[in-house]
């Protein structure tokens, strides 16, 4: 396999970044400074949801690479440990996750990644739909924990980017309940977008129990509290939302009703199914995004989410670059491609 100009980093190609995606923990560490464990203590930049072309490829990478349009994945495990040899590179004490301390994040003009995790993602994908396989990947992971399948009846928690898009996910495999709780209207319908077949407002609609799997996607203990009621005998509990440390939780509910209970930790070998999900249509992605900015306005993204409308704040690097022209972005690359290809 002909090898190219090294980037530095074996393996990896150097990607020119399309978009990244503003994800509430992001916005957490900007406000806040900390996510529970993993606390902020020198600059960082930040992002893990993001699209991009391929311009460099590193030693041992295929030049028919370049010029490539690719989902990033922002997890790189170790490999070896026993969690990753059996499959649940999730769990690796050892990953480095773009964007959570000490590793910096995607949101750049350029970053260099690994290889397999560089997806190739097909025409239908657009770039901000290519970015939001990652949360998209916190939806199947959520789902598969639920097991949804055809017939499926669930209620979810929170309809922020997390719980619409596991609420597509839902509809994709088959559940044919999907009760969707907020406390925001506007979230609500978005829900009902997604797939939702009822909607309630948190705390004060009522929802007739005796679903299958409850999945939290709000980190609310009300929320929590009440999903947990409302699940079936030998039912499932998922929870993906993370809000306070500790949770008071109806024991009684959970012995006499044989619950099962779990949580999440991020997604593992989810790329190939999201992006078969969003090239076929089965789930919208791009309905998601409610504002984009260029890379000088971060500040004003990373706070978007204040607005009730907003869902999802995208930041496209190149809407800060004058030679926005997606045709002369393609030709340089062309060229390139040619000019590595010449030096072999
Ligand atoms: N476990 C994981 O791997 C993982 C991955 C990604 C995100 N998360 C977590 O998932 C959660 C959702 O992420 P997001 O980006 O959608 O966040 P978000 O803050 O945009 O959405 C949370 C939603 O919950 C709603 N909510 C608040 N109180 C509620 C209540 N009592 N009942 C119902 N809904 C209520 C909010 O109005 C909001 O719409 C966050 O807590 C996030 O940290 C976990
Ligand atoms: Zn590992």
Redesign the pocket.
Known sequence: MSTSRSTGHPGRPRGSMTTAVL???RV?YYEHGR?GDFVVRSPLVLGHESSGQIVEVGKGVSLARVGERVAIEPGEACGRCDQCRTGRYNLCPNIRFHGTPPVDGTLSEFVAVKSELAYSVPDEISDNAAALLE?LS?GI?ANRKACSQVGTSLLI????????VTTMVARAAGATRIAV????RN?LSAALACGATEIAL??SDNVAGGFDAFID????S??IDAGVRSVRPAGSVV?????ADELRLPLGVIQQRELLIT?????ANTWPIAIALAASGRVSLDDLVTGEYGLADVEQALTA?RDPHS?KAVVRPALSDTRSAKGEKKSELQAKKSELQAAG
Do not use: E, K
């Open positions: 994800y509430a923990p957490h996510i949360p916190v992971w928690a929170g309809a922020g980017p997390i719980g619409l709780s907020d406390v925001n979230r948190a705390g996607c709000s980190g609310s009300a929320a929870l993906v939302g993370m809000g949580g999440t930790f991020r997604y989410g869902v």
